[in-house]
């Protein structure tokens, strides 16, 4: 896969790097120093952000991605394309901060729980969505170069010790509640400013104040594309922060708290996911646009099967650590109720994992209309099945929910690709990568429970990581696996290849 395995390698470590950093402050910085109230207040306000991007910069992530190969020349700016988007995302924040001042003494009533922290900090909104906003236009031209370790290294890395650092301040009593709160909002104007200044060291941030005809020529067909997109794209931001928003309105910023602590958990296993994507994307839509679908069905299978042998052996670590991972963090007790939350989301995005790239191929081809209803029955899914499981189960129904809907979401897809295109990314090897997760699973019963529970968590990583690996192996599961294997043998061994 070349540039795909190149980038999604360095992406996967990059996001890894974020994980280690996410977990201390997740498992461990936050509930030591942060109520539940508190943790729900930084969810609410982060994920209220995350919905309203897409509509603030109307599209223009996805447009770069698919129109950049034709608009690429470097020599001629790429006749302004990236002014274009900037002018666009402008115009969108604007209007939204209009109507967001407008409108904010009835959001600050609406918002309101019994602690009342999120409509105290609503306000941070409108630059939290600024920041955001021109940073995803930042990021996706760069994944449209090709360059997606530096964004990832930003996203997962670079905010997640900004947050740390902003509640470790908090806790040594540098900083109050308000302080910490504007501080973390504060690293996204930071990293926006660090995405530019790595488009300038490329020498690609390119903001010609003349935007040529042939953009201005594109742009109704760009605009046709970006409101389907956008649709499509809201709609799975929705999904992904419907269930803490509903879980914070529905059962309080507390439960809303414990529910992030264990949706965090459960959502470190798409880690592998995303850095694919990210660099897949422009791939897909060189070869779409080429017209080469046989290329295309044998990246949608190479995909599918690494990403669900990544996401099995992640998803078993996890499940079967979750009692020890929860005794180790602070305050555990508390956010135990999570437990079931954990296995629930993880999955959910297993789920996501086995059906690969299924996105990327709807919404860069040229049956990209069809997502949009897609993205409807998943929308309309999640907020129903939350609405019927959240009071009943509390936060467990809220993960339900997300697994029903994203196994609803995925099985559309998947047969549409399969009825329409032709390919399907699942093989016997898709079946042979579950056995092996069945066995492994069923091994680490035979490992007596240690006393000492991180001694526990090290030796049950070990024999999971260990019988799954083996069995992917001595079974050919995956080809890249494989030869990665040999290929990491032989540097360690000196051993030359045959």
């Excluded at 850095?275 to 679908?293: C, D, F, T, Y």
């Excluded at 099967?305 to 992640?314: A, E, K, Y």
């Excluded at 029903?404 to 995925?410: D, E």
Aim: a positive charge; hydrophobic letters at 55%; one cysteine or more.
């Amino acid at each position: 896969m070349g540039i795909i395995q190149r980038q999604g390698l360095w992406g996967a470590f990059a996001s890894y790097v974020g994980v280690l950093i996410g977990a201390f402050n997740v498992l461990w910085l936050y509930p030591r120093f942060l109520q539940p109230e508190e943790i729900g207040l930084l969810r609410g306000v982060a994920d209220t952000a995350a919905i309203l991007v897409p509509f603030l910069v109307m599209g223009m992530p996805p447009v770069c991605i698919r129109y950049f190969p034709m608009f690429q020349h470097n020599e001629q700016k790429h006749y302004g394309l990236l002014t274009f988007m900037h002018l666009v995302a402008l115009l969108g924040f604007l209007v939204f901060a209009l109507l967001f001042g407008l409108s904010l003494p009835w959001l600050k009533v609406f918002v309101t729980d019994s602690s009342g922290l999120l409509a105290q900090y609503l306000p941070l909104l409108l630059p939290l969505c600024f920041f955001m906003m021109f940073y995803s236009v930042q990021e996706s031209y760069s994944r449209s170069l090709h360059k997606t370790v530096m964004p990832a290294f930003i996203n997962e890395g670079f905010l997640r010790l900004g947050a740390g650092l902003a509640v470790a301040l908090y806790a040594a009593g540098r900083l109050g509640q308000s302080g910490w709160i504007t501080l973390y909002v504060g690293m996204y104007g930071a990293a926006l400013l660090l995405m530019v200044a790595y488009l300038k060291k490329l020498g690609q941030w390119h903001l010609p104040f003349h935007i040529d005809r042939r953009v201005w020529q594109k742009a109704p067909e760009m605009g046709g594309y970006a409101f389907f997109v956008l649709l499509g794209s809201l709609g799975a931001m929705l999904v992904g922060k419907i269930d803490s928003l509903m879980v914070i309105k529905l059962s309080g910023l507390a439960d809303g708290g414990i529910y992030s602590i264990a949706l965090f958990i459960g959502t470190v296993i798409e880690i592998p996911r995303r850095a694919l994507s990210q660099i897949s994307a422009p791939v897909v839509a060189k070869q779409i646009a080429q017209n080469e679908w046989d290329k295309v069905a044998m990246l949608y299978r190479r995909i599918s099967i690494n990403q669900t042998i990544v996401g099995l052996l992640l998803l078993l670590g996890i499940w079967v650590n979750i009692n020890n991972l929860f005794a180790l963090m602070p305050n555990g007790s508390v956010f135990l109720a999570g437990k079931y939350v954990v296995l629930y989301i993880g999955l959910a995005k297993l789920v996501d994992m086995c059906t690969g790239i299924n996105n990327e191929i709807i919404t860069l081809s040229r049956y990209y209309r069809y997502y949009l209803p897609m993205m409807f029955v998943l929308v309309s899914l999640t907020i129903v099945t939350n609405l019927l499981l959240i009071p009943p189960l509390g936060i467990t129904g809220a993960a339900i929910a997300t697994l029903i809907a994203l196994l609803v979401f995925n099985l559309l897809k998947y047969v549409f690709i399969w009825w329409v295109i032709g390919i399907q990314p699942f093989t016997i090897h898709t079946l042979g990568a579950f056995g092996a997760a069945a066995v492994t699973y069923g091994a680490q019963y035979f490992m007596p429970t240690m006393q000492h529970i991180a001694l526990d968590l090290m030796l049950r990583s070990v024999l999971v990581g260990g019988v799954f690996v083996a069995l992917t192996l001595l079974l050919h599961l995956s080809p890249d696996a494989n030869r990665f294997w040999q290929i990491a043998w032989h540097k360690v061994t000196g051993a030359k290849k045959q």
